[in-house]
């Protein structure tokens, strides 16, 4: 039997099939270790196939040296996801396999572990033992830890110390007398196992809801269906994921639960383990790679029926999966930024059409590329207009902060802000401000001759934290003291400008005293516990005000919010991106979608320069089919996507002179060649042109078709390090 197996080297010029001698044992999708190259080096390698007979000289043939894991990492099902990633996105089939197998498993033989366990061996004697030791001093221990594991029966040393408070001793004593055994049990890592849920109870539909889980399900009856719910927030789209999700476990299948942010995967675990109790797991990055690697294998071995969390979890290795729901579909998150740059929600739409899967997407403000694919027929769209249970959504109010100015208030809050938020302290209600940047300040600069501290590593300004004398890159971590002087010119007028969730922070506390007040950012997210920390902090009656970036804007159900303030909303509306506009609209809309879950009416205020932006105004008005009409409108216009495919080439490298000449190489080799179908800006410094250590030039190629801008995409053959991405998240 001859294997086709790709080695783990994640090389272009190796990214291809090599054939091995394998033997009876060998399975598909087995990680075994071959020799590979003129030395024979041992290396790891994946199956993905057989041949009976190989075109070539059998006697040339190298033989697999051994399997490395007990079971396969990959299904057939599952390769066939891999050379999906492999060509869509212009990685090595390696990339794409290691992106899909679990977590942390590359070079080590496997990531369980396992602790002792202890059984009674002879029951009969194991009570004769009680018998004759009853009272005694000496054996009062061992009378004790018997007696435990007669009713017991067996148990791991972890929870018979903790129990019993007891040493070694007498276990080993039990042992020698062999009334107990010792035997290996895997570990249970479930990071939940702790962690006691009161019941979700199942919660009747009302009439809009029950009709959307209606069809869908009768769709669904049919197999495939690709599925778009736009619903206002606090519409009770979970409601209708969980009814569709408990139909399907019903039937003997499996569900995949997205979620966008780390941050929403503890709610999400509440409420579905309290409503499905221990057929969830769930996987995200804050656990380690035995939890995760613990996570995947009761998946594959049927231990479990709904995996939850971000866009990794797709790949769950569940044998009849039913329904992909992805939950905040117009999120960034679910793009890759690292290779390969995958989009999530292309790739569940592959899955499920391998797996005759359903795929649900849901969000109050879809993204312009899923609602264009519902107007056009591609996805089913359902619309949501009301909140459950007549909750009322927020009065919305803009700070024209162009008036503030003037009226000499140079404060981060309006007085229009100041006295919602007197206000809302005085109803006990709890407030919630937003700012899409973290830190204290933005950058620092002398005033004296324009100097700006600069991370030497990235062509981007230092952030000053104001807890420390440091000053940091928010790319590349580098931190530096905080300067006394100016560098540059050794004046003492060097100091912070602009504004960061810490700064906020620090001015609701010196405003309002006594007041206690949260931040939620990626500076105050320390472990996989935080999220939850934080959030059931603020839920309690403790604290009255949560300072946030975007991990705050979705999905959140907080009670008694009655005020929400957009700080500083030209922040998100003044970026040159052709996304600018879309991803401002959902920012905004989604934290103010925060507020009003209770009775009575709650507020939003917007701080803004700009009031009669397009965005602001459509948020105004809550009509996201208006902000949509007019951005769809721009992007045909400017022909951007969904109406075309977007590939931005990164030219990438070390020494700077290289990459100018690479750079230009390219440049003449476009100028030289015409390319049908494609239109091509560039190559240009990127806008961060210097990034880690590595000096960049970009180049933008649009057209109708993305195998255009693949083919363009290959015949750029130099030296230098090329990376292509599809409608990047943005165009740094």
Known sequence: MYAEIIVDIFNNQVDRIFTYKANEDTKLGHRVLVPFGRGNKPIEGFVIGFIDEPSFDPSKIKEVI???????????????VAKFVSNEYRCPLVGALTLIMPSGIKGRDNLLQYEKWFKVTNIVEAHRFIEESKGSLKLEKQFLLMSYMIEKKEDSIRNIKNVLYITDSPIKSLLKKGLIEETQKEKNLDPFKNVK?????????????????EDIKRKMLDGLSKNLIHGVTASGKTEIYMHLIEDVIAEGKSAI???????????????????????????????NNSEKYDQWKKAKDGQISIMIGPRSALYTPFN??????????????????TTPKYDAIEVAEKICEIKNAALILGSATPSIRAYKKAKDGIYNLYTMKNRVLNYKMPKIEIADMREELMSGNRS???????????????????????????????????????????????????????NSNKVSCHYCGKEEDYPKVCP??????????????????????????????????????????SYKEIIDKFKSDEYSALVGTQMITVGHDFKNVGLIAVVAADMLINFDDFKTGENAYQLISQVIGRAGRNEGEAKAIIQTYEPDNYVLKNVLESSYEDFYNEEIMYRSFMNYPPFIELGVITIKGEDQKQLVKDAMTIKKFIKDNKFENINIIGPTKAKIYKLRNIYRYKILVKSKSKENIIEFYEKLKIESILDLDFNPINML
């Not at 051994?66 to 066939?80: C, L, S, T």
């Open 488 to 529: 540059e010119c050794g004046s003492k007028y060097i100091k912070s400008f602009g504004v960061g969730t810490e700064r906020v922070y620090d001015e609701f506390i010196k405003n309002f005293k006594g007041v206690k007040a949260l931040r939620m950012d990626s500076d105050t997210i320390k472990n996989k516990h």
């Open 197 to 213: 849920y009161d019941e979700y109870k199942k919660i009747n539909l009302n009439e809009e809801q029950r009709y959307i889980y």
């Open 412 to 466: 981060i809050f309006s007085l229009k802000l100041k006295s919602a938020i007197e206000e809302s302290l005085n109803k006990n209600e709890k407030i919630i401000l937003f700012l899409n940047r973290r830190g204290f300040s933005n950058f620092v600069s002398c005033r004296e001759c324009g100097y700006v501290m600069k991370c030497n590593n990235c062509d981007i300004s230092y952030t000053h934290h104001g």
């Open 66 to 80: 051994r399997i490395i894991d007990d079971i396969p990492v990959f299904d057939e099902d599952m390769i066939k």
């Open 320 to 337: 009849n999966l039913g329904i992909i729901v992805i939950d905040e579909e117009h999120e960034k998150t679910y793009k890759s930024e």
């Open 257 to 287: 639960f997205l979620v966008p942010e780390i941050s929403l995967t503890p709610q999400m675990v509440e409420r579905f383990k309290g409503r499905f109790g221990d057929k969830v797991a769930v996987t995200h990055s804050r656990l």
